[in-house]
């Protein structure tokens, strides 16, 4: 490759990446020249600052037609044009949460760490979104894990950070070594790694009968690696002592960007290697149709081991954690059930997911902050403590129990739709889904009840600082107004992304 | 005006919402008054637009409809598929609903002057909970529906939570988990009508189950409309209740606050019984002239079932929660008719138990509220103490039992004469459960007014109804009278409605 080929890319396509990458690197070049006695808490904004440029560049891209750069390993398209943007403003309220964060022994020096790890986590899950190779895919899902097994430990002298971060990458390890297993079959047998081209060669080969059996295995595999990313059950062991141990932004930061890097991924590569693949010789049944078994038994057992053993928890962050197991049950009925609708409801979902789940964050990180303790009878009279705050929590709670109104039961709506209009309908599917979002009820109101019903231990006023208040009011507006008025974002997802008609081509 | 008034009066009461976040929550008069008044917009709406039907004017010039919610980049092709709109309409039934919600949300506020703590909150959730059961009545599409169905859970979680007695909480979550249970059923049959049939509309649903429809990606099969109306007859069976889904319903009556049960009674249950014949009947007219008589038998039973366990309740408040269940299987009986009393018995039986139970339940509170109890042993003798309360207890009674020349009497004659006409072996049957719910009610009643004097009633000084208290009972009873004597009020606005389930029918004339 010579400088001319270099420079006749359209690199203005990885803008958003590369002004997270520039702050990314900024910061931590700032970290390290930066006097001790420094407080590095302004590194945060330096870093919001960044995102939110990062969105106004990625806005102004989304007029731009599906790009592929460096020979086909990055493509911007519809696709990874809206998952992006659900990124970074995931990101970008993380960031707010991380700057308010106070554990009780302080941050001390790690505190500019904290921030610009959490950057380069978001450019591996950017990095995702637009690959159209295995290598870039995956590179990009190990930035993004590294990134995470670090924050998970970032309260050095805590004993249950430390533990977290030790499974996690332990977990992590485990799951990246399956995946990796399973994208080799897909070299081997296809010959190359770049999507496109290992489509056409699979489809080929299906086609002719030939490797079925070994497609099948590797896309066990690589379903198996990636469900660990997405914290689904049965290879969700590690997530609530993660979620639990972690400090909170971090936890919050897993539950929404890293599960949204995850399906980004799994759709990704389901959708190009898979969809179009034949399920054998005779063409009757497509491969996806003869081994979407897979993602609907994990989809079942998430929703109900999910909910089922989050009724049991005491600590709020694990209950939530059990809780995002579910929710990513719910997702993968959408993905199980391809349609013509699962591009929406994915999308929408987690839009809704990341506005619902991160206000909930916020809420939990005070509270807990506040009071040194995680047990949900914490959250005791928080009605009469703050009640604007518990009124926020209770929609919060609302949306993720799917009660009309907010965006969470459009979202599964959405779902629901896709996964019945198909045929044959996936009727055992939607009862599982709905038959855990009545258990869900019970846990959630849990929460109600303490914070409606029961006296509080103390009449303390609680403080809001600037960056949660303003995650929760971001959160709560989003929630409300595409619970109300789904549409804007409806709308939007179908004038500037179409149907994702660009995604296969 | 008109393009708005229905909006206007479903969402009426969420101004006092409003004005109630600007009243500090210590001043217990103004919040009292502010839910008091926040109710009656709806209310003289509803009697305006009630006037206004009764005065030969068609309805269909109020209807609303504004797109809402498209699905897909479908619109392109075709706006209709995939999309939900925002459309209110009234025809006679659900006018009449309207008009019953909006009388007893009014005296049920009236009634919440019995509230002791935290009015603010208390009537926020009571506001919210009427814009719900209003909005229930006039969707004309399944989606909106849920959402205004869903709109009542919520608040009536926290009512009874928040305000009941002493096993509240208990009440709440059984309460939540069962009607939970219950819309995720609807929901499940509501999205499959609208992912293979591409609306959620009545109207249209009606006309593509029954006709034929456009074929979407996958279509509704012969076997799925049975799956779906039985899935309807749970949904609804839930909220109705039939028995055997029944048990949450005898703890909230028990435990909630009073005025909440008048609403629960006399509005929340007809919900279920609005849902099966909207929907039921509504959608699925064939398949559910095939299964008439399992619904009839389920009426029958429901029927026995609950006046024989009322028979041997040793409180007041769960004899009057039996004889709800009771009630509920006359509108079933009628319903499994399939005929044109029948069905029509089944909608006064909808309406008169609403005003009936209403009444008897605001009874109980007064009563609850002086002597702290109402366990029928302690009560003997009321009327010695309470000649007003135990004059109109009885008389509340009377109507239950249905007593000619009052409204449960001809709702009780319709049906079952609707169901002699179909299935006289299960009418007769059915008809013991009358004579059991006359000397239940007689039993406790008379137990209350006239008998042994009671240990609560001797020991301490009563006042009985005081003026305030007598509006709620005053404006019911002369409801339940008018409706006896003079039924045309309810049956003329009925007529468009029952014509149409008719022709859905196949013009099987009653």
């Known amino acids: 490759m010579n400088l001319d080929t270099l420079l006749s890319y359209e690199w203005g396509h990885m803008a958003p990446e590369f002004i997270i990458l520039a702050v990314a690197a900024l910061l931590s070049l700032l970290d390290l020249f930066l006097p001790k006695s420094y407080n590095r808490r302004s590194l945060a904004w330096i870093a919001l600052v960044g995102i939110l440029v990062a969105v106004v560049s990625l806005i102004g891209l989304l007029d731009s037609k599906s790009v592929s750069i460096l020979h086909d390993t990055f493509r911007l398209d519809s696709f990874g044009k809206a998952f992006k943007l659900i990124l970074l403003i995931g990101a970008a309220c993380v960031i707010l949460l991380a700057e308010s964060y106070e554990p009780k022994e302080g941050l001390k020096e790690y505190r500019g760490e904290f921030y610009y790890l959490f950057l380069t986590g978001l450019l591996g899950a950017m990095v995702m979104t637009s690959s159209g190779d295995l290598i870039t895919l995956f590179v990009g899902l190990e930035l993004l894990s590294i990134s995470s097994y670090i924050l998970a430990g970032m309260r050095k002298k805590n004993p249950g950070s430390n533990e977290a971060a030790m499974k996690y990458v332990i977990n992590g390890g485990i799951s990246t070594a399956i995946t990796l297993f399973g994208m080799s079959y897909l070299y081997g047998l296809s010959g190359t790694t770049n999507l496109k081209e290992m489509s056409g060669a699979m489809s080929a080969q299906a086609a002719n009968g030939q490797f079925l059996y070994l497609y099948g295995l590797a896309f066990f595999m690589v379903l198996i690696g990636l469900s660990f990313k997405l914290a689904s059950a049965p290879f969700h062991m590690w997530a609530p002592d993660v979620y639990q141990g972690s400090p909170t932004p971090v936890t919050a930061f897993l539950s929404v960007v890293s599960k949204t890097a995850g399906f980004v991924i799994l759709l990704r590569i389901i959708l190009t290697l898979f969809l179009t693949m034949p399920g054998d010789d005779t063409q009757k049944l497509s491969f996806l149709e003869t081994h979407s078994i897979y993602i609907s038994c994990l989809a079942g057992i998430s929703i109900i081991a999910g909910n089922v053993i989050a009724l049991r928890q005491r600590n709020i962050k694990r209950m939530f954690a059990y809780s995002s197991i579910a929710h990513a049950g719910y997702i993968l009925v959408a993905i199980s059930a391809l349609g013509y609708f699962t591009f929406d409801a994915v999308w929408f979902y987690l839009l809704a997911y990341l506005l619902m789940n991160l206000g909930a964050f916020a809420v939990i990180q005070l509270i807990t902050d506040s009071s040194h303790s995680e047990d949900i009878a914490d959250f005791a009279g928080l009605y009469r403590r703050s009640p604007l705050l518990a009124a926020g929590f209770a929609v919060f709670i609302l949306s993720l129990a799917g009660i009309p109104g907010t965006a969470g039961f459009i979202g599964k709506l959405n779902i629901f739709m896709n996964a019945l209009m198909t045929d044959p309908g996936h009727f055992v599917l939607a009862s599982i889904m709905i038959a855990g979002t009545v258990i869900s009820y019970f846990y959630y109101f849990g929460i109600m009840t303490q914070m409606f019903f029961r006296p509080a231990a103390s009449t303390e006023k609680i403080k809001v600082p600037a960056g949660i208040g303003a995650v929760v009011v971001l959160a709560l507006a989003g929630t409300i107004l595409f619970g109300v008025a789904p549409n804007t974002a409806l709308d939007f997802l179908h004038n500037n992304f179409g149907s994702f008609n660009d995604f296969l081509k | ?510």
Not at chain 2, 32 to 45: C, E, N
Not at chain 2, 395 to 410: C, D, E, K, N, T
Request: some cysteine; hydrophobic content about 55%.
């Open chain 2, 1 to 510: 005006m008109n393009e708005i008034l229905l909006s206007v009066l479903v969402f009426s009461p969420l101004i006092g919402i409003l004005a109630l976040c600007f009243i500090s929550k210590n001043q217990e008069k103004a919040i009292k008054w502010a839910g008091i008044l926040a109710t009656v917009p709806a209310l003289a709406l509803s009697l305006f637009l009630y006037s206004y039907y009764l005065g030969g004017n068609n309805l269909s010039a109020f209807s609303e409809k504004v797109r809402w919610i498209q699905f897909g980049s479908i619109a392109n092709a075709d706006s209709k598929l995939f999309a939900v709109d925002y459309e209110l309409a009234l025809d006679g039934f659900a006018l009449l609903m309207v008009l019953l919600t909006a009388v007893l949300s009014t005296l049920s506020a009236i009634a919440s002057i019995s509230i002791k703590k935290e009015w603010k909150g208390y009537f926020m959730l009571f506001l919210l909970l009427e814009t719900g059961m209003l909005g229930v009545f006039m969707a004309q599409n399944m989606v909106l529906f849920f959402i205004f169905f869903e709109i009542t859970l919520i608040p009536a979680f926290f009512l009874i939570g928040k305000w009941g007695y002493i096993e509240k909480e208990k009440a709440a979550f059984s309460f939540l988990i069962y009607n939970g249970f219950g819309s995720a059923v609807l929901l499940i049959v509501i999205m499959v009508l609208f992912a293979r049939a591409g609306t959620s509309n009545i109207e249209a649903l009606r006309y593509i189950i029954n006709v034929g429809g456009v074929p979407l990606v996958s279509p509704i099969t012969e076997g799925m409309k049975y799956g779906l109306l039985i899935a309807l007859l749970i949904a609804f069976g839930v909220k109705l209740p039939i028995f055997p889904l029944h048990t949450w319903m005898l703890r909230v009556h028990v435990q909630a606050p009073p005025p909440i049960v008048m609403l629960h009674a006399g509005v929340l249950l007809k919900i279920g019984a609005f849902g099966l014949i909207r929907f039921g009947l509504g959608i699925f007219p064939e398949q559910f002239k095939d299964l008439s008589v399992i619904i009839a038998v389920l009426g029958v039973i429901n029927l026995l079932y609950g006046a024989f366990l009322a028979f041997i309740q040793k409180e007041f408040k769960m004899v009057l929660a039996y004889s709800s269940i009771s009630h509920m299987g006359i509108v079933l009986i009628g319903l499994g008719a399939l005929n044109e009393s029948g069905i029509q018995g089944a909608i006064f039986q909808v309406v008169s138990h609403g005003l009936i139970a209403a009444l008897l339940f605001f009874l109980v509170g007064v009563i609850y509220e002086r002597v702290q109890t109402t366990s029928l042993s302690n009560l003997g003798g009321l009327s010695k103490a309470m000649p007003l309360t135990s004059g109109f207890l009885l008389a509340g009674a009377m109507a239950s039992l249905g007593l000619p020349g009052m409204s449960g009497f001809i709702s009780e004659f319709m049906a079952f004469l609707g169901l002699f006409k179909t299935d006289p072996l299960l009418a007769g049957i059915g008809a013991l459960g009358i004579i059991i719910t006359a000397v239940y009610l007689l039993r406790a009643v008379m137990g209350i007014t006239f008998g042994k004097q009671g240990v609560s009633v001797r020991t301490k000084a009563m006042r009985d109804l005081n003026s305030v208290e007598m509006v709620p009972v005053l404006v019911l009873l002369a409801f339940i009278v008018i409706i006896g004597i003079y039924p045309s009020i309810l049956s003329n606005p009925l007529e468009d409605t029952i014509q149409l389930i008719m022709t859905g029918l196949g013009g099987q004339a009653g």
